[in-house]
């Protein structure tokens, strides 16, 4: 989940924070356990490299709360769910962005519809969303072009 901002002074109720969501996942029920948050000043996955990181089959993390780890060259190569919560302006980053999760978890397909695809929920600029799948289907991708659902904010 990419959040507008992490720091620790920066959490002032007009721009979304890694602990505003922290705080809702926990509010639906999420076990605190499954979330993480991978910042510049937090990296809660550290806890899990003794036992072997994100890989092991006993790392109960499910939610990962970050800002630029994704951008910045952190590889997880099992996500294949994004939901960003930025404001993206550049097309060329989000793209780059969408491409690290476009592979399937294990690199294995599963021959589970629902789970033979990755999914890109963008809580701003569903146009932007529609220019980068019509760049797939330009690049001869249409197989990873997908669908844009369009749903009304909350």
């Known amino acids: 989940m990419q959040v ?3 720091g620790k002074d920066q959490r002032d109720g007009k721009l979304i924070h890694a602990l505003d969501v922290y705080d809702y996942l926990v509010g639906q029920g ?20 003794d036992i072997g990181g994100l890989l092991a089959k006993d790392c109960p993390v499910r ?4 800002k630029q780890a994704l ?6 190569s099992f996500a294949y769910v994004l939901t960003t919560l930025t404001n993206p302006h550049s097309k060329t980053a989000m793209t780059q962005l969408i491409g690290r ?21 963008c809580f701003q600029r569903a146009d932007l969303m529609q220019e980068i799948r019509q760049s797939f289907q330009n690049e001869g ?8 659902v369009r749903t009304r904010r909350i």
Do not use: F
Request: proline share 3%.
């Open 141 to 148: 991708l249409e197989e990873m072009q997908g669908r844009i």
């Open 30 to 49: 999420v076990q605190k356990d499954w979330i993480a948050i991978k910042s510049a000043d937090v990296n809660d996955l550290k806890d899990y490299d």
């Open 63 to 66: 939610y990962i709360i970050t």
């Open 101 to 121: 999760i476009l592979r399937q978890p294990y690199a294995r397909k599963t021959h589970v519809p629902a789970l033979d695809e990755s999914y890109v929920y």
């Open 4 to 6: 507008e901002r992490t």
């Open 71 to 76: 951008q910045e060259g952190w590889d997880c």
